[in-house]
């Protein structure tokens, strides 16, 4: 037989990257990015409408461009024959959603709807759904429905039902043309394969699906808002199907776009992060995965389900098959730094670091790691984007202090590393200390291979090695192999995630180790982190929710006047 390949497409939150591995041994044989024309519509449509604070949508003919782009342009850089490609997997930021009509269309193609802003694809960072989230919270928690604790606690504003009562609310038209509600990821499934199959990993995370007792009971969503009652029944309706299950055969128009063959296998979406945990080979309890870039997820594997704060979630068979899988997050990482670059670094920064023939960030690493741990004086909250994990509370904002007329910008720079590594001791303790225990770290994604100080002191905070994935496109790697599955191994591929992640996944072999030195001085700045995170983040000091009302009262006067 000739050697068999696999495709996998990671959908993030800028572009599409799409990887051709084979199935011998996970090699990457050819890559191909394909950035979103539309990128992360925040300000307002293409047409010019203007959206509220804290939205975030995207086009999804983007995702279509990305199929289209892509995949011939890995296939023409490998020169592989389609025919010895057997399986294809996609994987996504979630919850991304949107609302498709009888025929399987975005509602914002039509162009009647268009202008509506909740007619789009609402991308996983849109935040604008917190009053829902906040008032579905205390609806559950006063019903003592179980699903709470499996989720931290909370449930969050990037999540489904909350996305789905902010439409209902805002424009109850849409909500009555919609069809159904899907993830993204479930979407682009569909258009692939002609099949729309719900997978069981984002209605698990983030629709509140359960492998035994389903969704929310209808009295739930009764007790929300009378007209959500039926919602699963009719816009969440369809079978939620396993990872790694083929969602149908590559439909003829994809075949014909992309130069694949028609009929190969699709397996149902998947979700960017966890995808990329049997990538790296990770397949059992005790190894937390951290899929780093704008943001991190952090994915673990458990052998019983417990209740952890914050979490964003536990769902069995969620990431690998016969374990709980638990995730967990921070909404901003490279999102930080990359506010700090682009709004706030001086000129002269920019100039030295072309002189220097460097970008900015390299720029500011290099003089950052000159410093030791303490020695800027500087501390930070890492909330720019608000908090998922533990608080969850996407109404937190950014702190800094400790700032003189002496503080430079690598040492801002510097702090705001530690302050999302402090970020993430939070979580690992939150885990590790509730009976899912964390005893090493694994790190993808794009920070890993772009700072190699920020994963030094991540190993310093957390005191833990820190294995690195040997992957450019680590969960389109992930993505691939369920793809491979998905095609089973009758046809070449694999009968499970665990087989393939033993022939295909992998790490580095140079680890990140811990240097005894920062550990303690960085324990000393965590109490100090911590002191913070409970002052601002518990309640005790409301000043950033404060400011934001204050924000929206004055921006609402200011359009007052001009109109
Ligand atoms: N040298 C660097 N150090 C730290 N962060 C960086 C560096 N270069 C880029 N970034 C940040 O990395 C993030 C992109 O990460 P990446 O993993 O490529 O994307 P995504 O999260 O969309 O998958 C951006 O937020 C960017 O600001
Ligand atoms: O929330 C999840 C996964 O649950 C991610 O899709 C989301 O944080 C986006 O990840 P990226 O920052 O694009 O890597």
Redesign the pocket.
Known sequence: MNEKYAIGIDF??ESGRAVLVSLKDGTEVADHVTPYPHGVITEHLPSGVELGMEWALQHPDDYIEVLRKSIPAILKTSQVNPIDIIGLGIDF??CTMLPIDKEGNPLCSDSQLADNPHSWVKL?KHHAAQEEATQLNEIAEQRGERFLPRYGGKISS?WMIAKIWQILKEAPDIYEKADQFVEATDWVVSKLTNNLKRNSCTAG?KAIWHKQDGYPSEAFFEALDPRLKDVVKTKLRGDVVPLGTAAGGLAPDIARITGLTPGIAVAVGN???HAAVPAMGVVSPGKMVM?M???I?HMLLGMEERDVEGM?GVVEDGIIPGFYGY?A?Q?AVGDIFAWFVDKAVPGYVYEDAKKANMGVHQWLEKQAANYKPGETGIIALDWWNGNRSVLVDTELSGLLIGATLQTKPEEIYRALLEATAFGTRKIVDAFHYNGVPVEELYAC?GLPQKNRLLMQIYADVTNRTIKVADSKQTPALGAAMFGAVAAGGDNGGFDSIVTAADRMGRVKEEFIEPIPDNVQMYEKLYQEYSRLHEHFGRGENNVMKRLKTIKAHAKSRVTMKTN
């Open positions: 993030g939150s930021t979630a996983w990037e995370y979700v960017d992060a899929a870039g704008t943001s997820c964003c995730e997050g909404s994604g």
